[in-house]
């Protein structure tokens, strides 16, 4: 089954598209700079991004079988030369942030012309493409150290990115700089377990290193550098204790930043999860099942309980969202945790769901941000009337977030549940709909303010412009189409998890 | 013949878009009706193929298909819509409510709502559509704007949502997850597929999961709603949510688990009972209620235990009288509803300690109110009394002495919780009240459709026969 294109010589186009995917917008982020105009910064942008765009449907139309495609930086054969792997896991991640990328930057056009100054328009746009790139890259790659390279390039430019929020709100700086700390402790452990892995196989090819890992069995430097390498990413995925950066990040970044990171870092950050465990590591290592069993696990219900209590609370929409992601981070890992196909694709298809439901709620609060001037709770009421179709969307959005029959959020649940069932932990399927039933209350305070209150007196808003009420009913209308037609996310997630679960075996 | 039939169901599910005009809503309403009653002509009381629409994972369709429980849902609730709509109308400009249009938007989406669950083949269809139907009346519950509103709807919607996503969800994922199926089969789908107490743990998931059915103790939603304007008292909370409820319990009962495998395994006696103690225990507190809006909401707790209970007996002759009562009970109950709403526009009084002397004020409005309390109460010539009498029937069936006993207890309480109202309203007069008050009954678009379904409730008895054959083929045997 497998599509293997091996070219040491590039034959046509469509050969390079892996590599395509990552380049469009890297060359285009300097190009931005150089040629310093205005006017031509944001048309530059967004075709990159929808170039990109294209390039990850046609690549995971090519794999969504269950086929793979290798590609060689520059001829150099792996393990030595930089591989780049596409199969379904990773594809389908391509295509959320590609996608979720192509959407936001219109509407991002009207928000960030309010929320940042305009001489520094220019930086933002090639910030945000850097960001994209190293995003994708991270994705598309099939070297453990160049996964590094690219986690560090999306880091960097999203530092930048939070920080654009001072100009509304000066604490963005110190939620950059939380960020920024907290990141490079995450990519510290996640290179030092390189390192230690480096030295006791001699590769950095993820397939070579399942194949000597698989070899040489489990050490104490394996098992070392494991322990490194999940923590280091669970700094980048926000696994509940270590979330800390993530509610200041989003509530202060500029809107369109939150709309584009909430759907997507995390996110990639949890597909690298899922690759080291089960790619990478064999899951069959006693102390990985235990990793998973007693840590994963506790902590994902914990994430979903206890941050979803949190989000509750909240007087700031973005924040109470903000912690309503980490609850739902914590049903991806559950997923994981599960160890079993169902709880695996359940794991990616809530990545997919949960990316663009989350993208429609950012973008709607974003919205109101733009016409009321906060996102406090007192700043929305009466936004109903007064925003019809924002309000709507915000919505239809946390209709998904519960995960109400018919939108995208409920396929997911159903299938962590299905797996929770299936593994005979019917415990823990009872955990996940109670905890959704949290979100029934955040989501509700959100709906009574919009709808049940009468706005603050000085406020005079109006609905929101069409650039960016096109984003978000794009968004919106995706949360239900994916409710309905889940052939593109079940086959996807069922390949990805499949693939994934296959382990070393299936990458070769 | 099946194929305008199916056509027919896709359209009443997606015709009904919010209308924000009365007429054309109204002619919408008709409309339903009439093809309801197409479909009715077409299919009779036979079994359609379903009509898929997506498939969401396999074995889990979006689909649709006829059968007499469902049919006859679909006919009392679309039947009762014409009525209510003009009831609303009335009653909204009788007393000056604001939001029309979004009022009646909701209203109608949720007849919408309703007609994909009465026609749902599977019971995935059926939970989407449960739970829209929850969502698109939580509007109307909050409808008045005001904090009572306001936590009342929230109460309504913690409780719905939460049984249905935290219990029934449950259910359903575990049903599909030993059978592979959700479809709704003749003689049910579990038997073989899973044994001993695990059914009981199973049926209780669905039993609690299903709160629209108000079954005890998770029947708050209903009283905390009556906050809501009257026409969706009556409607939603006496016919359409409730109904769908219990309409949800029959359908687990005899198309999930099938009414033999319930008998065989005695799975559902405990449901029996408690259906028993949540009709009994409704009653006694209706009775401790002034407000005649909370009375009646317990007096829809207590009779919605009726049907479950029907379903519980796991008899055939119990199944269908639970199936009758769906529609009876309908018929009854709105009427009672319409008339608390008439009293409401005419005097603005709630409590029932303030409707002394008013019977003769209002005579249409109390008669209405005489005639369907008879009928809950289940006296002939009225409708209520053949499906309490088939619930008996099904009773005696399985030996179980008690639950007639209870079920005539209920009968005693009703008179005891009704009757004193209409008592009240006819032979004492109200001193402080000045004397020879001309007649000054409500406007005419308000008492019209209750005194409808008061003929109707009288209509019903004489044609119960029809019904029972009508229903008789959901527990035939194949």
Known sequence: MATETTHHVAMTLSDHLPVLAILVPFVAAPLCVLLGSRSLTWPITFLASAASFVISFLLLLSVIDGGFISYHIGGWAPPLGIEYRVDAANAFVLFLVTGISTIVLPYARESVKSEIPERHHTLFYACFLLCLTGLLGVAVTGDAFNVFVFLEISSLSTYVLIAQGSYRDRRALTAAYDYLIMGTIGATFFVIGLGMLYMATGTLNMADLADRIADQGANRTVRAAFAFIVVGIGLKVAIYPLHLWLPNAYTYAPS????????TATKVAVYV????????????FLFEVNTLEFMIIPFAILAMFAASFIAIFQTDLKRLLAYSSIAQIGYMLLGIGLLNESGVAAAVAHLFNHGITKAVLFMGVGALVLRSGGSFFD???GMGKLMPWTSAAIVIGGLSLIGVPGTAGFLSKWLLVQGALEKGWWPIAILVVLSSLLAVIYVWRIVEAMYLRSPASDIEAKEAPLSMLVPIWIMALACIYFGFATDITLTASHTAAQGLLAGPVGLN | MLIPALATVTNIVFRNQPNLRDGITLAAAVATFVTVLTILSNVGNGTTEPLVLFEILPGIDIAFNVEPLGLLFAIVASGLWILTHIYGIGYMRGNNESHHARFFACFSFAISTVMGIAFASNMFTLFLFYELLTLSTYPLVAHKGTEEAIRGARTYLGILIGTSIGLQLVAVIWTYAITGTLDFTKGGILEGHISGPMV?????LYAFGIGKAALMPFHRWLPAAMVAPTPVSALLHAVAVVKAGVFTMLKVGIYIF??????ETGASEWLMWLAAFSIIAASVVAMTKDNLKARLAYSTVSQLSYIT????????????GGGMHIAMHAMGKITLFMCAGSIYVATHKTNISQMTGLGRIMPITFGAFLIGALSIIGLPPLGGSWSKWLLIVGAADTGQWVMIGVLMASSLLNVAYLLPLVGRGFFLTDPDAE?????AESPLL????PAITAIGCIVLFFFAGDLQDFLSPIVAAD
């Open chain 2, 446 to 449: 308000v008492w019209l459709p």
């Open chain 2, 200 to 204: 009981a743990i199973l049926l209780a």
């Open chain 2, 309 to 320: 209970l029907g379903m519980a007996l796991a008899t055939s002759m119990g199944a269908l």
């Open chain 2, 258 to 263: 099938g009414i033999d495998f319930l008998a």
């Open chain 1, 379 to 381: 700043r929305i009421e």
């Open chain 2, 435 to 439: 004397q020879g008050g001309a007649m």
């Open chain 1, 273 to 284: 999860l899922m690759r080291f465990l089960f790619s990478v590591f064999q899951p069959s």
């Open chain 1, 256 to 263: 369109a930043v939150t709309a584009f990171l909430a759907a």
